[in-house]
């Protein structure tokens, strides 16, 4: 599979600030999806965005997909000091057998001060 | 929500044994991998398996073996621990292989954090 790639690498924000995070990619995809850990934790997961779809929100996150730009962007609103955390955008690759497996990139690490 | 157990936070063993990190995902999922992360590295694929008793090298397998006798249960060995293992270790699970749920999300532990001395 490819590799989606975060782009900044870091954020720093103040409480109340939205954050943007930007996704690009190479190939043709069947999803893309975000995931966040927090330090020393898991990632979990936060929104799938199909091929066919260009915006989707949940709760706070909004993630747009252009695919003839071959990129995404996750914006969180009005954010908070327990937003603070990696983001990851991980690529489904249309077409072939993955058998489930993703591919993570860096991430881009989000600090939100109080 | 799905749920899945790695066995241990935190554990520190001694170069050269032998090393069990377990995890149970409880959702009846078909695929279950083991990743590790480290700094500047992100996170890499040691081994996944989409059956019971099957198995697949992922981008790193080497000084890992994996064992699956149970759906729930997916074990990493490290046959013969060394330093360079030193790393956190993640365990995932998503839905199945086949075509139509393939590119389902994963689903994460939180994580062995493994020290070897």
């Known amino acids: 599979s490819q590799q989606g790639e975060e782009d900044p690498q870091a954020l720093s924000i103040q409480e109340g600030e939205n954050a943007t995070m930007n996704c690009s990619y190479k190939?043709?995809?069947?999803?893309l999806q975000w995931y966040r850990q927090n330090s020393g934790r898991g990632l979990v997961h936060l929104i799938l965005?199909?091929?066919?779809?260009r915006e989707k929100h949940s709760g706070r996150l909004r993630v747009t997909l252009d695919t003839s730009k071959k990129s995404s962007s996750l914006l969180i609103t009005a954010s908070r000091a327990a937003d603070t955390a990696s983001y990851f955008c991980?690529?489904?690759?249309?077409?072939?057998?993955?058998?489930?497996?993703?591919?993570f990139g860096q991430g881009t690490i989000l600090t939100v001060h109080p | 929500d799905v749920k899945v157990t790695q066995s241990s936070r935190y554990l520190v063993k001694r170069t050269g044994e032998k090393v069990f990190l377990e995890c149970v995902q409880d959702?009846?999922?078909?695929?279950m991998f083991w990743y590790r992360q480290d700094p500047g590295l992100g996170l890499r694929l040691i081994y996944f398996?989409?059956?019971?008793?099957?198995?697949e090298k992922g981008d790193i397998p080497e000084g890992y073996s994996v064992s699956r006798e149970k759906k729930e249960r997916f074990s990493l060995i490290l046959e013969s621990a060394s330093t360079n293992q030193t790393s956190m270790y993640l365990c995932?699970?998503?839905?199945?292989?086949?075509?139509?749920?393939?590119?389902?999300?994963?689903?994460f532990g939180d994580g062995t954090r493994l020290s070897i001395l």
């Open positions: 995932a699970s998503s839905l199945s292989r086949t075509a139509k749920y393939s590119n389902q999300p994963q689903h």
């Open positions: 190939t043709s995809i069947n999803n």
């Open positions: 965005i199909r091929s066919n779809e």
């Open positions: 991980v690529i489904a690759n249309a077409g072939g057998t993955s058998y489930g497996k993703l591919t």
């Open positions: 959702m009846d999922h078909e695929n």
């Open positions: 398996s989409y059956d019971v008793k099957m198995k």
